[in-house]
């Protein structure tokens, strides 16, 4: 009975989803359910913050200050999405009470998978996160490209599924244990059977967070899932598949990490270069934001690849600056609204200025961010990131990285031409959506004061990483 | 040779027959057929190994049920058009690039522990001590404490997958009229038992 | 290989003795189950049934068998052969398999396993291959329907019964068949769990196809639902399944709840009479109840078939296992607690 104390949000949190599953098929009211699944990732963040620092269930699951900072980064990031929902519901013909409910347990999944201890856990969880994110890529059932999403996600995740089990097995066969820290003490240097137990493990763990070579869904998925969603996909997921690959690396393979490193070496330079070129060609929004988060991706790879408290320490900080851009883009996404519906790519947005000129102006503002402009939050991100990786002597990717961040800041500055030097067009809907602009000034302002008041991020990194380091 | 290891092998064998005919059969029907053999084949081995809850619970849950569902619904594909059987040659080179990397690994992964898999050390059991429980003891045992979590965790899976089959493929028709028993049961009047004298007839 | 022939010989000799102890009691019981069926049947609606072959029309049974043996088997052109000739076969294979756990008095079984529950459930999930190979190998429209519908129909009444079991289990804290009929020294189990033991019974109709679940071969819209293309023996060997199969049924609701071979009171003259007397007066009981039914139920209608099994009994088992393992939760009254 003590050890449910540790998993108390988890289970708080599914309480909630299937009494509201109950109530939704009664009361129609989905905003309602929505608000109230809202409320509830709020009081799962007060929860979280209050639990006592301690490992449970054998050691599977434990509760530290790395698992309580990325659980709150998870639980803003579907906190935003759910705002993106309310505001578009209607329009994007999700109108589906099942939409809070599934992204409460992929939530649960997430949180789940950072906890994780155990390569059991870490299955279970991940696949919880991901079946929910499956369903959800599809909600959209009237529209072919998100059947396709639902589709295409389920079956490379599926496959991706599998690979991860054959490492699992292969580690588990050769440490005889599945407990990390257990793995950790039974690990054999010399054993190429846990070498090639890691690398399957971290392929499927690649294709969760898409870095290359396992990226190839990405693209499709963020184009053919709701915005909402798609921005959820941005969001959480990334940052908890991030979480699960640290501590299972730095947790059980500390020892080891000059095997893993070369993996993690070549998929974070290949992932930064692919997004930077393929992203040029991209005349979808959403699509651009699907490289532009594997590119990201790529650059918080490096971070993992340092295998260094500090390269750990610029992970975390790049990784809470990419959830707040992220929330503020697809939050600006979504108000690119006019009464006939929702315009997703670069040329609608051509002389938007004109007619919006502050939203532009915050636009424009992220986009510098995401290209890593001084002063704003994105550059610091990359900033840490670099230093880091010079620090730990892999001077390498640190250039490939500021290689890949100027070939990348031309997709994003093009958006800010055609914002402001091209023929406008009609305007989009003022500013009657309120719920997003909970989103989008929070976010903007925050990626502005970074360089004026960096210190609370890099304490909380700081506080995060002192239990895996 | 004892009759254990002949059952051994009499059951992989059968197993490794029927899995390369699930792969290779044209029927899509008969694949279905052939992979129930292999799943009963598999439970047949978890007999041997003494994990005689394992092996029940292996054909109730897969055989019984899953694979009814797949049978039912491979049944009704209309199976004669949808093979075409000079596609299968284009996807030969990347199975066998596939098939020899594994081989390569297995092989790699046998070579490096020396054949000898005696040197991988397995901590002492954190779990309790066994003996004289009966396998389905011994596993309710664990599972519902030491376990719990992934138990649980694995319900929550399955309802999420229940969940995510109702949003996508649940559809209102509007106009079809159903029947409601509570609402037949309940009406007042319009039902009389009457005992029919016989050769006098009723009123109505 | 000769030594192992010698090792093994006896073990083996015996073990094809015990199956036979078993098939041919149980051959018999089906013929004389296919004659009550009829008696009884034509008993309710004022008829003599089967009169005319022995005395009593006691050989009717048996000449309907020879007759059917020494017909033609016909082969659909379209069909798939192979399929279409293994599916009796395995109707009636899985059908006395699952008879090797039964006990049928203290110590009477052929193999004690420690989960013979579980192995019986197993089996008779089992069953619906030989229905669905049946009705998809016919290559015909009306054995296909009835295979689709029994399909569905088994899977979804399959559930209701697990439910029942465990909650079953939940008083005896075993999966051994003989130790539920032990447990039930103090109390046969359908006094305590009456509701239970109703909806054992009906889905035990509805898993064995019998009325008024008898849609898979509604003779009024399939013509015989999947096995309308047999003929001959394959038709008997489906015939027998189907019957030992019933017969099974009884059998586990006798095990589940009505005490197995165990006397009604445990006094003198009760309890001097051998056990597998008792278990077989039983059976023969819960199988006249399954002949009562035959009589006078109407057929069911496929969409209130699949209502009362997915709205009424699953709700009500999952909810019996619940409130089962809280009363004996917090009562004390757990096995092994």
């Known amino acids: 009975m003590q050890s449910l104390v540790y998993i108390l949000p988890e289970i708080f949190l599914f309480i909630v989803a299937t009494v509201l599953l109950v109530t939704g098929l009664f009361l129609k009211k989905i905003k309602l359910i929505n608000l109230l699944a809202i409320f509830s990732l709020l009081v799962a963040v007060f929860l979280i913050l209050n639990q006592p620092f301690q490992s449970a269930f054998l050691n599977s699951f434990v509760v530290d200050e790395f698992s309580l900072v990325l659980k709150v980064m998870i639980l803003i990031g579907s906190i935003a999405s759910l705002i993106m929902f309310v505001s578009s519901k209607d329009d994007l013909n999700i109108n589906i009470y099942e939409f809070p409910i599934l992204i409460i347990f992929s939530t649960i999944g997430m949180m789940v998978m950072v906890s994780a201890n155990d390569l059991l856990a870490m299955f279970i969880g991940l696949e919880l996160q991901s079946l929910s994110l499956y369903v959800l890529a599809a909600l959209n059932r009237n529209s072919l490209l998100s059947s396709e999403a639902g589709i295409k996600y389920f079956i490379l995740g599926a496959l991706s599924s599998g690979l991860l089990l054959f490492g699992i097995s292969y580690i588990y066969g050769f440490s005889g244990n599945t407990n990390f820290n257990l793995i950790a003490v039974n690990i054999n240097p010399e054993s190429l059977g846990l070498i090639i137990g890691i690398v399957f493990v971290l392929a499927g763990l690649a294709f969760k967070v898409s870095a290359v070579p396992f990226h190839m869904w990405t693209p499709d998925v963020y184009q053919g899932a709701p915005t909402p969603i798609t921005g959820f996909f941005a969001l959480a997921p990334k940052i908890a598949a991030m979480g699960l690959l640290v501590r299972f690396l730095f947790n059980s393979f500390g020892e080891i990490y000059i095997d893993w490193q070369q993996i993690i070496f070549f998929i974070s330079i290949a992932s930064m270069m692919l997004a930077a070129f393929a992203a040029i060609a991209q005349t979808n929004l959403k699509r651009l934001m699907a490289y532009s988060s594997i590119g990201h991706i790529g650059y918080a790879l490096i971070g993992v690849a340092c295998f260094t408290d500090e390269g750990l320490r610029s992970l975390l900080i790049y990784l809470m600056i990419y959830l707040i851009m992220n929330i503020a883009v697809f939050a600006f996404l979504l108000s690119l609204k006019r009464n006939d519906g929702y315009f997703e790519n670069i040329s609608d947005l051509s002389g938007m200025h004109k007619n919006h000129p502050l939203r532009t102006m915050l636009i424009a503002l992220i986009m510098f961010s995401l290209a890593g402009i001084p002063p704003l939050a994105g550059f610091f991100g990359k900033f840490y990131i670099f230093v880091a990786a010079i620090e730990s002597e892999m001077l390498f990717l640190a250039i490939i990285g500021v290689v890949a961040s100027v070939i990348s800041a031309f997709y994003y500055l093009r958006i800010v031409k055609i914002m402001y030097f091209d023929e406008p067009k009609e305007e989009f809907d003022g500013s009657s959506i309120q719920s ?14 970074f360089f004026i008041y960096p210190s609370p991020v890099i304490n909380i990194s700081e506080y995060a990483i002192q239990s895996i380091i | 040779m004892t009759a254990q290891l002949l059952t051994f092998y009499l059951f992989s064998g059968v197993i490794l027959i029927s899995s390369l005919m699930v792969i290779s059969t044209k029927n899509p029907v008969h694949s279905v057929l052939f992979l129930i ?47 075409n059987k000079d596609n299968i040659l284009q996807y030969i080179p990347i199975g066998i690039l596939i098939g020899v990397v ?99 007839g009723v009123d109505i | 290989m000769i030594s ?72 659909p052109d379209g069909s798939d052969k192979t399929v279409f000739l293994i599916a009796p076969i395995i109707t009636l294979a899985l059908s006395i398999t699952a008879w090797a756990v039964v006990p049928v008095q203290a110590g009477v079984v052929l193999a004690n396993i420690n989960v013979g529950i579980l192995y019986i459930f197993a089996i008779s999930s089992l069953g619906v291959y030989g229905i669905l190979m049946a009705g998809w190998s016919s290559n015909s429209k009306y054995p296909f329907f009835g295979a689709l519908r029994s399909a569905a129909q088994m899977v979804s009444y399959e559930v209701s019964i697990g439910f029942v079991i465990i909650t079953v289990l939940l008083c005896v804290g075993s999966l051994n068949l003989t130790e539920i009929v032990m447990a039930q020294k103090t109390m046969w189990f359908f006094i305590p769990l009456f509701p239970m033991f109703i909806v054992f019974f009906i889905s035990a109709l509805a898993e064995t196809n019998r009325p008024p679940f008898d849609l898979p071969e509604a003779e009024s819209e399939l013509v015989a639902g999947y096995q309308t293309e047999y003929s001959g023996m394959p038709f008997v060997l489906f015939l027998f399944g189907e019957y030992i199969n019933i017969l099974l ?49 109407p057929r069911y209608r496929y969409d209130q078939l699949m209502r009362l099994g997915w709205k009424v009994f699953l709700p009500l088992s999952l909810f019996a296992v619940v409130a089962t393992s809280s009363i004996l939760f917090f009562f004390n009254l757990a096995p092994g607690m």
């Open chain 2, 102 to 200: 594994f081989i390569a690994e297995l092989i790699i992964v046998l070579i490096n522990t020396k054949f000898d898999l005696s040197n991988i050390q397995v901590l002492p059991n954190p779990l309790s001590d066994f003996t004289g429980k009966s396998n389905t003891e011994a596993i309710g045992s664990v599972l519902y404490t030491d376990y719990i979590l992934y138990f649980q965790l694995s319900g929550v899976i399955l309802l999420v997958a229940m969940i995510g089959s109702i949003v996508l493929t649940l559809r209102e028709r509007v106009g079809v009229k159903r029947q409601v028993v509570s609402e037949q049961l309940q009406r007042q009047g319009k039902i009389d038992l009457v005992d029919v004298k016989s050769g006098k």
């Open chain 3, 249 to 297: 049924m009884c059998a586990m609701t006798t095990i589940l709840f009505l005490g197995g071979w165990l006397p009604p009171i445990d006094i003198y003259p009760l309890n001097a009479v051998p056990g597998f007397v008792w278990f077989l007066l039983k059976v023969i009981f819960v199988f006249y109840l399954f002949a009562m039914v035959k009589a006078f139920v």
């Open chain 1, 436 to 449: 997003l602009n909970l989103l989008y000034y929070p976010s903007s302002i925050l990626i502005i004061i």
């Open chain 3, 4 to 75: 192992l022939a010698q090792t093994y010989f006896i073990e083996v000799m015996t073990i094809i003795l015990y199956c036979l102890l078993i098939f041919v009691p149980l051959l018999l019981g089906v013929v004389m189950a296919l004659y009550a069926d009829r008696k009884i049947w034509a008993a309710v609606q004022k008829r003599r049934g089967p009169n005319v072959v022995g005395p009593y029309g006691l050989f009717q049974v048996p000449a309907d068998g020879l007759k059917f043996i020494f017909k033609e088997i016909i082969l």
């Open chain 2, 37 to 83: 053999l292999s799943f009963l084949n598999a439970a047949g081995l978890f007999v041997i190994l003494h994990a005689e809850f394992l092996a029940m619970i292996l054909i109730i849950v897969y055989v019984g049920a899953v694979a009814v569902l797949f049978l039912f619904v491979v049944m009704m594909l209309d199976f004669k058009t949808s093979i």
